[in-house]
């Protein structure tokens, strides 16, 4: 078995390590005589595996007194109704940041649950910058302000962290950067992710909420799509995606064990964008069209310079072991995801493919 290269945006590649210890412990989970899968989510082994995760994320994040994690179902794209459906419940506005493709769903999806007002938008750098913090006009009675840190398709990275009055909630879409880096968590009010990028297999999502939030809820908001539901039960309301929540449990141990933490992983992903980046940049036949303070850490989209050459970059990037570089198919040209799981190693061999095509075809 040879495993290759994966730059997939997302599921994306897991730490081998993970899928190993995984695939030991399949058949008899710690010599209970059965698997993870087909434990009871009350029975004593699951609670352990699933507090565990929680105890080993909320230190990996340094999650402050006063916040729920909580491990749900449905993506980050059911977020983008849970947001307004458990913060304009006492009215208000719901302020939203445009900066790509994912954002703009986020914001269609509040229009559906209240009004919307876009506080700023990098429409008018192109979408190859994001807007300065004194560029964000908030509304009056705004009930939050909703950002995207990582548009996972145009490879645009929100940094500095916009600033915003404490009396107005920060919500951030981090499906695609979060535990990239470092990050301080008690500017946000509530932070949600899908998993398949950076936490673990798709399936289970991940919401971190502060308290004082869990009562803005609609009346109107299904059970199961609640908070403050997921808060007062340990997010095991109903049946909760045992399997993904054990695997992303396992990506946690693997972080702060081989990783040694969340500094250890911001200085190695940045040395592996810097070099992608500087492979880009380097030569006059891939060309990336972001400003380069802006640029995202986890995916970098790229175009060759004659965009009949492909199929061709594609067929011989598998061919070299290098699997899923096509981008987005709303986009067109490549996308090197490099997710916290994708080893420098795999960008050292992307970018010495990508010089070797350059010299072949170039
Ligand atoms: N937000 C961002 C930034 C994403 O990258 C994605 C998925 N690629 C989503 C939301 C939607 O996530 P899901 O598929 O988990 O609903």
């Given at each position: 078995?040879?495993?290759k290269?994966n730059?997939?945006?997302?599921?994306?590649?897991?730490?081998?390590?993970?899928?190993?210890?995984?695939r030991?412990?399949?058949?008899?989970?710690?010599?209970?005589?059965?698997?993870?899968?087909?434990?009871?989510?009350?029975?004593?082994?699951?609670?352990?595996?699933?507090?565990?995760?929680?105890?080993?994320?909320?230190?990996?994040?340094?999650?402050?007194?006063?916040?729920?994690?909580?491990?749900?179902?449905?993506?980050?794209?059911?977020?983008?109704?849970?947001?307004?459906?458990?913060?304009l419940?006492?009215?208000?506005?719901?302020?939203?940041?445009?900066t790509?493709?994912?954002?703009?769903?986020?914001?269609?999806?509040?229009?559906?649950?209240?009004?919307?007002?876009?506080?700023?938008?990098?429409?008018?750098?192109?979408?190859?910058?994001?807007?300065?913090?004194?560029?964000?006009?908030l509304?009056?009675?705004?009930?939050?302000l909703?950002?995207?840190s990582?548009?996972?398709?145009?490879?645009?990275?929100?940094?500095?962290?916009?600033?915003?009055?404490?009396?107005?909630?920060?919500?951030?879409?981090?499906?695609?950067?979060?535990?990239?880096?470092?990050?301080?968590?008690?500017?946000?009010?509530?932070?949600?992710?899908?998993?398949?990028?950076?936490?673990?297999?798709?399936?289970?999502?991940?919401?971190?909420?502060?308290?004082?939030?869990?009562?803005?809820?609609?009346?109107?908001?299904?059970?199961?799509?609640?908070?403050?539901?997921?808060?007062?039960?340990?997010?095991?309301?109903?049946?909760p995606?045992?399997?993904?929540w054990?695997?992303?449990?396992?990506?946690?141990?693997?972080?702060?064990?081989?990783?040694?933490?969340?500094?250890?992983?911001?200085?190695?992903?940045?040395?592996?964008?810097?070099?992608?980046?500087?492979?880009?940049?380097?030569s006059?036949?891939?060309?990336n069209?972001?400003?380069?303070?802006?640029?995202?850490?986890?995916?970098?989209?790229?175009?060759?310079?004659?965009?009949?050459?492909?199929?061709?970059?594609?067929?011989?990037?598998?061919?070299?072991?290098?699997?899923?570089?096509?981008?987005?198919?709303?986009?067109g040209?490549?996308?090197?995801?490099?997710?916290?799981?994708?080893?420098?190693?795999?960008?050292?061999?992307?970018?010495?493919?990508?010089?070797?095509?350059?010299?072949?075809?170039?």
């Open positions: 078995m040879t495993r290269y730059f997939c945006a997302g599921p994306a590649a897991l730490p081998e390590s993970v899928l190993q210890r995984a030991d412990e399949m058949l008899d989970w710690q010599g209970k005589g059965l698997s993870v899968m087909e434990m009871s989510h009350r029975s004593p082994e699951f609670t352990d595996i699933a507090r565990t995760a929680e105890a080993d994320l909320r230190e990996l994040l340094q999650v402050p007194e006063g916040y729920k994690v909580l491990f749900m179902q449905g993506g980050a794209s059911s977020q983008f109704a849970m947001v307004p459906l458990n913060l419940g006492q009215g208000g506005t719901a302020n939203y940041i445009h790509g493709i994912w954002a703009k769903k986020a914001i269609a999806e509040g229009r559906r649950y209240g009004d919307v007002h876009i506080a700023a938008s990098a429409e008018d750098n192109g979408l190859t910058a994001v807007p300065l913090s004194s560029e964000i006009h509304s009056d009675h705004a009930a939050y909703h950002f995207t990582n548009e996972t398709i145009g490879g645009l990275r929100y940094a500095p962290t916009p600033e915003v009055p404490t009396s107005v909630p920060l919500v951030c879409d981090m499906s695609s950067d979060i535990l990239s880096a470092p990050l301080d968590v008690s500017r946000y009010g509530v932070i949600y992710a899908g998993a398949q990028k950076n936490i673990g297999p798709a399936g289970i999502t991940l919401a971190i909420i502060r308290d004082d939030l869990l009562d803005r809820f609609k009346p109107e908001t299904p059970t199961m799509m609640q908070y403050k539901v997921f808060a007062e039960n340990d997010s095991m309301y109903n049946t995606p045992t399997f993904a054990y695997l992303s449990g396992l990506v946690f141990k693997w972080l702060k064990e081989d990783i040694g933490g969340l500094e250890a992983m911001g200085a190695l992903n940045q040395r592996k964008a810097l070099k992608l980046y500087a492979a880009i940049d380097d006059d036949f891939y060309t069209p972001i400003q380069p303070a802006y640029r995202s850490i986890m995916n970098v989209p790229f175009r060759l310079a004659d965009d009949r050459l492909d199929q061709c970059f594609l067929a011989e990037a598998e061919e070299a072991g290098l699997l899923n570089l096509k981008g987005h198919r709303s986009v040209g490549m996308r090197a995801s490099i997710y916290n799981a994708v080893p420098e190693a795999a960008v050292d061999a992307l970018v010495s493919f990508m010089n070797d095509f350059e010299r072949r075809h170039g």
